[in-house]
């Protein structure tokens, strides 16, 4: 038990000996290896996918659950949208003894030649959202595990997938944070995509750097695999990225972290 949470206070609120977000009992045995979308109904495309599946806990934006592919147990838990509901994520995840998190997830691509469809996946990612930066100075490097990160291309790769390796910038912004136009509305940070794709940031998302920041400092290890829903440069959208997702999923499963 993670002596942190043990009594319940303001400063830490549990409830029936369960974490106030997850909703899972402190004691919970959870399998070493989480993975992490943002929208709780993507659960269902993990039950989809794996062999086998059962739901632990739902609030809010917090789904979890615990399955097992090709004879090995993984976690899921819905982030939410943005820094914040990553960090109560990784937090309370770390409380329970997790050791190893994918981000399975949407980006925008800022490279004209990535296609919607296609996967990304980060090495790092540029610190441009709020909560990690209550935790460490914002010169600290939002870093993926190096072996995660080739593993996950190798598996990319004998599937067929066209992915895409390299740095991506994580903002708290869906709008003005990344450039889109607000009508009646001037957008101060209406030139970022052009800057940070002159600087050779090939994509933006809205978890990552949170997850890949505090993994770093929780002596956890972490990487993403990240779907392309639309392409800022081409301004092409895929409107139906359930296949998309789906793909990303399988080729995490089909990933073997926990030799690495």
Known sequence: MNEGFKKPTASNPIENGKLPHLKLSIDSKVPKLFFLPGDPDRLKLFEEAADSFEYLSVNREFSTGIGTFGGKEFGVCSTGIGGGSSEIVMVELHALGVERVVRVGGCGALREDIKCGDMIINSGAVRLGGSSKMYVRVEYPAVADPFMVVALAESASKKGIRSHVGIGATVDSYYAGQGRCIEGFEIPGSSLPEELSSAGVINFDMETETIYTLASLMGMKAANILAVHGNRKTD?????????????????????????
Do not use: M, P, V
């Open 236 to 260: 092409e959208w895929l409107s139906d990225y359930r296949s998309a997702q789906l793909c990303a999923i399988e080729t995490a499963l089909e990933t073997d972290f926990l030799t690495l």
